[in-house]
């Protein structure tokens, strides 16, 4: 049979550099030319949708038709559950200041809230990623994945981006801001959604 994605090139319709080592660094193996959409001059479309898989749609779509190529796009962000899944699709939005993102400042704010609650341990949150694989004709693929864990504070590490230093995974003492990144990258919530893409377009 004859795989689904049978190209030699791919954008990355994303503008977060974290997530584009990771994603370059799993499709490394696959021999695929790879490009970001910063590259490619693209701006950063508004995410308008209040779903994961919206979002993604939303970014890889539009990658997909500036470039004429296939384009893979990442939505994600932390689901914490005595938060109501908070700050989940809105993870980048609690960071945003007029500055730019500050991550320091939104992890805080995510532990206040919790403290506030009085919200009881272990404070079980989880990574959510949902990839979307796009065509310049408008078809899409779409695969989700998730690491499930706790968050915890103060925030440790300097590895990773975003939200890493608070979370620590399940089965885990360490958080995935001190973790070799290689071993992120076995576990990830985007590795998961990753894995998933591969069984589903690339063999
Ligand atoms: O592995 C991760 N480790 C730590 N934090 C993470 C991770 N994965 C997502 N996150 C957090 C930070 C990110 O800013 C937000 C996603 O927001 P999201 O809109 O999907 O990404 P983004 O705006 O940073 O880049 P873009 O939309 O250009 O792909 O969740
Ligand atoms: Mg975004």
Known sequence: MQRKFDGDQLVLASHNKGKLREISALL????????SAAEHGLEEPEETEDTFAGN????????AKETGLPALSDDSGIAVEALNGAP??????????????????????????????????????????????????????LFEGRVEGQVIWPARGEHGFGYDPMFVPEGFDITFGEMDQDKKQEMSHRADAFAKLVKGCFE
Not at 28 to 35: K, L, M, T
């Open 28 to 35: 490394a193996p696959f021999g695929i030319h790879v490009s």
């Open 56 to 63: 993604a749609r939303i970014k890889a779509h539009y990658a």
């Open 88 to 141: 989940g699709v809105y993870t980048a939005d609690w960071a945003e200041t007029p500055n730019g993102r500050d991550f320091p400042m939104a992890m805080e704010k995510t532990w206040k809230l919790l403290e506030e609650k009085n919200a009881p341990f272990p404070r079980k949150a989880a990574f959510v990623c949902t990839l979307c694989l796009a065509w310049p004709d408008g078809h899409d693929e």
